[in-house]
T-cell receptor, first 110, second 114 residues
Framework: GQQVMQIPQYQHVQEGEDFTTYCNSSTTLSNIQWYKQRPGGHPVFLIQ?????EVKKQKRLTFQFGEAKKNSSLHITATQTTDVGTYFC??????????FGGGTRLMVKP | DAGVTQSPTHLIKTRGQHVTLRCSPI?????VSWYQQVLGQGPQFIFQYYEKEERGRGNFPDRFSARQFPNYSSELNVNALLLGDSALYLCASSLVGDRGYEQYFGPGTRLTVT
């Protein structure tokens, strides 16, 4: 079945440093979604990418969808303590299933 | 507008028991999905319901079942609980059944099986 993998699993950064998480799917995706889950919280939708090579920005966050629509990345510029949490990518699979990656847990040292 | 609500927030059960979890979607949302999230992992898809019909089922045993009511709220039932069923159970609603639309998650029900 479809697999969605994310690296790294964990990332410690100093506040102000940049952060990137990578997402790879075993199959071509029609779209990819990104979610953020704060410690003790629930996933919150960040963005959806649909087009091959698409790049979208939300303030300090930059999301990219690969040309082959099998990979994606999330880059945060100048991290802040409010960025702490786990970032998940998710892609549609068979039968209306949304497959989540394992997530990248971001920890920011002030 | 209220977000997705789930009840109960926490639950402790013993092995072999049965549990029912409840979810109310955002007003106007007709699609409800259920996910299981084990600590340290991403959410795993269990079911999706749209307009009261099952539209998707993940790789979970038949001990797991769900339904959606005319008001679009939903229940997830788990029979013959196992220790491995301990997890955060998340409900998510979306405007339509198309999996391309963003999911709005509820706060989850933390189930502990002893």
């Amino acid at each position: 079945g479809q697999q969605v993998m994310q690296i790294p699993q964990y990332q410690h950064v100093q506040e102000g440093e940049d952060f990137t998480t990578y997402c790879n799917s075993s199959t071509t995706l029609s779209n990819i979604q990104w979610y953020k889950q704060r410690p003790g919280g629930h996933p919150v939708f960040l963005i959806q990418l649909v087009k091959s090579g698409e790049v979208k920005k939300q303030k300090r966050l930059t999301f990219q969808f690969g040309e082959a629509k099998k990979n994606s990345s999330l880059h945060i510029t100048a991290t802040q303590t409010t960025d702490v949490g786990t970032y998940f990518c998710a892609g549609p699979g068979q039968g209306n299933m949304l497959t989540f990656g394992g997530g990248t847990r971001l920890m920011v040292k002030p | 507008d209220a977000g997705v609500t789930q009840s109960p927030t926490h639950l402790i059960k013993t092995r072999g028991q049965h549990v029912t979890l409840r979810c109310s979607p955002i007003s106007g949302h007709k699609s409800v999905s259920w996910y299981q999230q084990v600590l340290g992992q991403g959410p795993q898809f269990i079911f999706q319901y749209y307009e009261k019909e099952e539209r998707g089922r993940g790789n979970f045993p038949d001990r797991f079942s769900a339904r959606q009511f005319p008001n679009y709220s939903s229940e997830l039932n788990v029979n013959a609980l196992l220790l491995g069923d301990s997890a955060l159970y998340l409900c998510a609603s979306s405007l339509v059944g198309d999996r391309g639309y963003e999911q709005y998650f509820g706060p989850g029900t933390r189930l502990t099986v002893t």
